[in-house]
């Protein structure tokens, strides 16, 4: 031992106790956890900045679609009958495509051409869903465009206009064709969907009655 140099034993103070090593545990257990708590806050802000939206389709209420200005770019882009339809009150216009069937209709030659299509959905008043096809196409191209493996099951009289009711297997929603002329050519319509007869008779009679677009 050194001289000069005292110990405790000699000064009368005792010994300071080493710190526990629990307490440098629970010291480094903080540091390892400070990021996560730190991510935990961040991530708790982002959720509180998210919002529910009542008026979302789910609730049956569909989102907005101008129908008109639609039908009527259709009418200049297609180049076939189209007709805006004069859908009741509580009906609103949902969604909108167009498209096209390869080898979908016959021309004056008989030989065959591509077909074009142009559609738009409908949610009805009773909250189901119907849409429109309107097409150059032939009337079973037409039908199978829409659902393949259709047959015909019978007629159903519109106000005097006859449309085709096709059917498939169990689930297949059924689809009305016709067939209406005038001054600017033939157009083959056709309306399927989850909607009634009702509601299909109500979208024959607001389409038929309705004279084409003009295409430009």
């Known amino acids: 031992m050194l001289a000069g140099v005292s110990t405790p034993s000699e000064t009368g103070i005792p010994p300071r106790e080493p710190k526990p090593r629990l307490l440098q545990d629970g010291r480094d257990m903080f ?16 959720v509180g900045m998210c919002s529910v939206r009542p008026n979302s389709p789910r609730d049956g209420t569909p989102p907005p679609y101008d129908a008109t ?5 259709d009418a200049e882009t297609l180049a ?5 339809p004069q859908v009741p009150a ?7 495509s ?18 074009v299509t142009a559609t738009v959905g409908y ?8 849409s429109l096809t309107q097409s150059n196409a032939d009337e079973q191209a ?12 019978g007629a159903q009289d519109v106000d005097g206009v006859k449309w085709i009711v096709y059917e498939g297997g169990e689930g297949t929603e059924p689809v009305w064709t016709t067939r209406l ?9 056709a309306i399927t969907g989850a909607g009634s007869s009702d509601d299909f008779r109500t979208l024959a009679v607001a389409t038929q009655t309705q004279k084409p677009l003009p295409p430009g």
Do not use: E
Not at 31 to 46: D, E, F, N
Not at 98 to 115: E, M, N
């Open 123 to 130: 949610l009805a008043a009773s909250k189901m869903y119907v």
């Open 69 to 73: 200005a639609a039908l009527k770019a």
């Open 80 to 84: 076939i009958p189209i007709r805006l």
């Open 142 to 153: 037409l039908v199978g465009s829409i659902h393949r493996s259709m047959y015909p099951t």
């Open 90 to 96: 509580g009906w609103r216009a949902n969604s909108g």
């Open 98 to 115: 167009r498209g096209g069937i390869d080898a979908g209709r016959t021309d004056a030659t008989g030989q065959r051409q591509r077909a």
């Open 181 to 189: 002329d005038s001054q600017a050519g033939p157009a083959q319509l």
């Open 31 to 46: 540091w390892s956890l400070a990021p996560l708590i730190v991510a935990c806050i961040a991530l708790a802000g982002l």
